[in-house]
C-alpha cells in the first residue's frame, strides 16, 4: 500500500473542495437567479471538461502553464517554481476538471428554490448574506453536497490530467490512481489489489455517508433529494 | 400616523403596464382580473421585488420609487403573502415567523412570533414545519409573518385561490378582523369576483395592463363602465342595440325584430352596449301583459336547485340567460315572455 500517494490524494481532494466549492457556490447562484444573453454559451463552456478527455484538458495545462509559455514564466518569478510538475499545479488542474462537478450540483440546489421563497425572505427585511445563510444554502445544501462527493471522487480517480500535468513524483504529484498504475506496470498486482479495493469501499463509504447526510438535510425542506 | 399607498406607474416591456391608484390606512384594495392582466406584477412593484420604467411609488409621501430612487423590499417595511406563501419549508411555524422580527432580541422574538401564531390560531401547531401543516395553516402562518414586523403595508397575491371554500371562510374572517385591527393600507390580488365583493372596501378592476374600473363593490358591480369590466364582473347578459328613435322620457332601442323602450335618453342612430342584470330580469307565462320580450327556450341546464334559462329572441344573435327556480315547468323550444325592469338595465360606455 503506498500510503505517501493514498495521502497525497486525500489532500489534493479536500484542498480541491476548498477551493473549488465557495467559488462555484457564487458561480451557480449568479447563474441559477440571472438570465442573460449567453447564459447557454457560458454554461456550455463550464460544461466542457464534462466532455472533454482529461489528457486534454491536461496537455493544455502542461503547455499554458510549462516554462515555454508567458503564464508559467510569469508563476515562475513570481513563486519561485513552474507549476506543472508540482502539486499546485495538479492543484490547479484539479479544480479546472471539476469545475462543472462542483457547479452543475449547486446551481440545480439553487434553481430549486421558489422564487416566492427568496421574496419573503427580502419583504421579511433580510440583507441577500442573510437570505443566503439561512434561508437557501440550508435548502441548497443537498445540491452543495452532491458537489462536494462528486468533486473528491473525482479527484481521487482522475489519472489523465494528473499524469499529464504532474508527472509521477513520490510525495509531490503521483497520486494513489497513478501509483496503482504504476504498481501495475512493475507486475506488483498485489498491491495494485489491495491499493484498488481501498479505493474502492472508501468511495462507497464516503458515497454513503453523504447521500444519508444529504437525505437528511433534504428532509428538512419539501424540495430536495439526491 | 396613518399612512396612504400612492402609486402612479408605466411600463413598457416585458408587457405593457400602466396604472395608477391610491389605498387609504384601513383600507383594502382589491386588483380584480384575469389571469396575466399584470396584476401580480403591479403588487411585486410595491413589494420592491420588480421595477416600473418610470412612475412613483410612495408611502405616506415616502417616496419608495421614482424612476431613479428604487428602494429595495427590505427597505419598504413590506408584509407580503405570495400566491402559495413562500414559507421556509426547513423552519418551523414559529421560526419562519421569527424569520420576519431577525432584527430584535431572541426573548421579543419568541414573545411575539409565539403572540401572532395565537392571533391567527395556530398555538398548537408552532413547532410543526410547513409540510406538516394543512393549506390553511400554511396560509396562516403566511399571514402572521406578514403582519410580525409592524408592516407599512400588507400585500396578499391570490393568497386564498388554493384553498377549499371552508378554509377560505375561515380565513375572510381572521382578515376581516385583522383589517379593522391594523389600520395600513391592504392590497389584495385576486380573480375571485366573491372574494373581492365580501373583503375589499374598493376595487380596482384590471385587464390587458391597466386598471379599466375602480369604485366600491356594489357599483363597480351594477354599473361597469365597459363590456370588459362588465365581463370580468360576471355579469351575464351584455348586448349590443341601435336607437331607433326617442320618445317621451326614454329611447327606443332594437332588438331583433322586437323594440324596447330604456328610461334613458340616448342619440338616435347610435349603437349602444347595455347589460341586463340578474335582478332586472324575470321569466313570464308566455301571454304576460306586461311582457317586455318575447323568445324561446334555446338551452336549459340544471344547476342545482335552478334552472340556468338560455332565451332565443327572434333576429337577435346574442342569447338572454337567466336563473329560475326548478319548480318552474320548461322545456326546450317552449315560447316565454321576458319581463325586464328597464331602470334597472346599465348602459356601457362605448
Known amino acids: 500500500m503506498d500510503w505517501v500517494a493514498l495521502g497525497l490524494s486525500l489532500k489534493l481532494g479536500v484542498m480541491t473542495i476548498l477551493v473549488l466549492v465557495p467559488l462555484a457556490l457564487l458561480a451557480a447562484r449568479w447563474l441559477a437567479y440571472r438570465q442573460f444573453t449567453g447564459k447557454p454559451v457560458l454554461e456550455a463552456l463550464l460544461a466542457v471538461p464534462l466532455v472533454l478527455p482529461p489528457t486534454v484538458v491536461g496537455y493544455y495545462l502542461l503547455v499554458g502553464l510549462g516554462s515555454q509559455s508567458w503564464l508559467g514564466q510569469w508563476l515562475m518569478q513570481w513563486t519561485g517554481h513552474l507549476l506543472v510538475f508540482h502539486f499546485s499545479g495538479l492543484l490547479i488542474a484539479s479544480i479546472i476538471v471539476n469545475i462543472p462537478f462542483a457547479v452543475q450540483p449547486i446551481q440545480r440546489g439553487f434553481e430549486s428554490i421558489p422564487q416566492e421563497v427568496r421574496d419573503a425572505a427580502a419583504c421579511c427585511g433580510m440583507s441577500p448574506l442573510r437570505s443566503l445563510l439561512t434561508v437557501e444554502l440550508p435548502l441548497a445544501w443537498p445540491g452543495i453536497v452532491t458537489a462536494m462527493v462528486l468533486t473528491f471522487a473525482h479527484t481521487l480517480g482522475e489519472f489523465g490530467v494528473v499524469l499529464m500535468v504532474g508527472g509521477s513524483l513520490p510525495g509531490e504529484t503521483k497520486t494513489i490512481a497513478i501509483s496503482i498504475y504504476d504498481r501495475v506496470q512493475a507486475m506488483d498486482f498485489d498491491a495494485a489489489g489491495s491499493m484498488s479495493l481501498m479505493l474502492l469501499l472508501f468511495s462507497i463509504i464516503v458515497l454513503a455517508l453523504a447521500n444519508s447526510l444529504s437525505k437528511r438535510f433534504g428532509r428538512r425542506g419539501n424540495y430536495h433529494e439526491i | 400616523m396613518k399612512s396612504e399607498l400612492r402609486l402612479d406607474i408605466r411600463q413598457r416591456r416585458p408587457f405593457a403596464l400602466e396604472a395608477a391608484l391610491q389605498c387609504r390606512a384601513g383600507e383594502l384594495l382589491a386588483l380584480l382580473g384575469p389571469s396575466g392582466c399584470g396584476k401580480s406584477t403591479l403588487l411585486r412593484m410595491i413589494a420592491g421585488l420588480q421595477h416600473a420604467e418610470s412612475g412613483e411609488i410612495s408611502l405616506n409621501g415616502t417616496t419608495w420609487f421614482d424612476g431613479v430612487k428604487r428602494l429595495k423590499p427590505q427597505q419598504r417595511r413590506i408584509g407580503y403573502v405570495p400566491q402559495h406563501y413562500g414559507l421556509f419549508p426547513h423552519m418551523s411555524a414559529l421560526d419562519n415567523v421569527r424569520a420576519a422580527l431577525h432584527t430584535l432580541p431572541k426573548q421579543e422574538q419568541m414573545e411575539r412570533a409565539t403572540n401572532w401564531l395565537e392571533k391567527v390560531q395556530l398555538t398548537p401547531f408552532t413547532q410543526r414545519k410547513p409540510a406538516e401543516l394543512s393549506g390553511g395553516q400554511q396560509q396562516r402562518v403566511a399571514l402572521a409573518r406578514a403582519l410580525a414586523s409592524q408592516p407599512s403595508i400588507l400585500l ?195
Open chain 2, 156 to 350: 396578499l397575491d391570490e393568497p386564498f385561490s388554493a384553498l377549499d371554500s371552508m378554509t377560505r371562510e375561515g380565513l375572510y374572517r381572521i382578515l376581516a378582523t385583522l383589517k379593522s385591527q391594523l389600520g395600513i393600507p391592504m392590497i389584495l390580488v385576486t380573480h375571485n369576483l366573491n372574494e373581492a365583493n365580501l373583503l375589499a372596501d374598493r376595487i380596482a378592476v384590471m385587464g390587458q395592463g391597466c386598471i379599466l374600473q375602480e369604485g366600491a363593490p356594489s357599483m363597480v358591480g351594477l354599473q361597469p363602465a365597459t363590456r370588459a369590466v362588465a365581463a370580468l364582473m360576471g355579469v351575464r347578459n351584455i348586448l349590443t342595440s341601435k336607437v331607433i328613435r326617442s320618445q317621451a322620457g326614454g329611447s327606443v332601442l332594437s332588438l331583433g325584430d322586437q323594440e324596447l323602450t330604456l328610461p334613458f335618453i340616448l342619440p338616435v342612430g347610435s349603437t349602444q352596449h347595455w347589460c341586463l342584470p340578474q335582478n332586472a330580469l324575470s321569466l313570464a307565462a308566455s301571454q304576460h301583459e306586461h311582457t317586455n320580450l318575447k323568445g324561446h327556450i334555446s338551452n336549459l341546464v340544471r344547476l342545482g336547485e335552478q334552472w340556468l334559462v338560455s332565451v332565443n329572441l327572434p333576429e337577435l344573435t346574442e342569447t338572454i340567460e337567466l336563473q329560475c327556480s326548478v319548480t318552474t315547468p320548461l322545456a326546450i323550444h317552449q315560447p316565454v315572455d321576458l319581463i325586464l325592469q328597464t331602470q334597472k338595465i346599465h348602459i356601457l360606455e362605448a
